[in-house]
């Protein structure tokens, strides 16, 4: 079977015909296809398929696509504006202990240290404050990503070569088929400088990317089972 994600692709409007066979017996028509997607389970990895690679079905459902992606980060902002907060609060308490008593002890003054330590760790593990209305073009810039990928070169997008009798993980790419795209590209898809974007953007980009293409492969995956019972 070709790869799921092509055949999808099908359902894009167009003018040439791929959904005959040899001799005009049809294989999976478009109608197979689109009903095998119904199989596909709602939520985010669905939305991303489509989104990916049936852009004509996707621009109908932009709304269940921004609601999906929201639905993934608020939890982790609130997450992170949670520790943030109590990373405060234990400084604050650290620091009433010592007002408490007058000098501090030494234990104090370590509880304090420890505290303000991860005070800070919290702080610089935040997300930027203009994360959400940034969402969009950040959102855009890894479904770009995810549907045109960087094929290993070594073994062209397979994640695994050939070496004598044996099938090997390809080393170059760790077996994944797919390198990284550079800090520089990924700063220009969401319109910022290189710098910027390592210092600011990186980890809520990541963050992003590896949640959504693997909500995008689990959904991959159901459609390719739906399909094979079709064909």
């Known amino acids: 079977m070709a790869n799921v994600r092509e055949l999808l692709g099908r359902l894009n409007q ?18 197979d296809i689109a009903a095998a997607l119904a199989f596909v389970e709602p939520g985010l990895g669905r939305e991303l ?12 459902r932009r709304k269940q ?27 604050g308490i650290a620091k009433a202990c010592i007002g408490w008593g007058g000098a501090a002890t030494a234990e ?18 935040c997300w930027p404050r203009t994360t959400l209305e940034s969402l969009p073009t950040l959102a855009q ?24 009798e044996l099938v090997v993980a390809c080393i170059a790419c760790s077996g994944h088929g797919i390198t990284p795209m550079s800090d520089r590209k990924r700063a220009a898809a969401i319109g910022r400088d290189e ?13 992003l990317l590896v949640r959504m293409r693997d909500a995008e492969s689990q959904a991959a995956a159901q459609l390719a089972a739906a399909l094979s019972r079709a064909a």
């Not at 639905?71 to 943030?84: D, G, K, N, S």
């Not at 370590?110 to 330590?117: H, K, N, P």
């Open 14 to 31: 167009q003018t040439i015909r791929y959904d005959v066979g040899r001799g005009g017996i049809a294989e999976l028509t478009n109608q």
């Open 141 to 164: 810039a890894v479904i770009r990503e995810i549907a045109h990928p960087n094929l290993c070169s070594d073994c062209e997008g397979r994640g695994h070569r050939v070496a004598g």
């Open 195 to 207: 710098s910027t974007y390592r210092q600011t953007w990186r980890g809520v980009y990541q963050w």
């Open 65 to 91: 696509l921004r609601d999906q992606v929201l639905a993934l980060v608020q939890p982790e902002l609130r997450r992170q504006c949670r520790a943030l907060e109590e990373a405060r609060i234990d400084v």
């Open 49 to 60: 398929l489509e989104a990916c690679w049936w852009p004509d079905g996707a621009a109908l």
């Open 108 to 125: 104090q003054a370590r509880e304090l240290e420890r505290a303000t330590a991860r005070l800070e760790r919290a702080a610089a593990e």
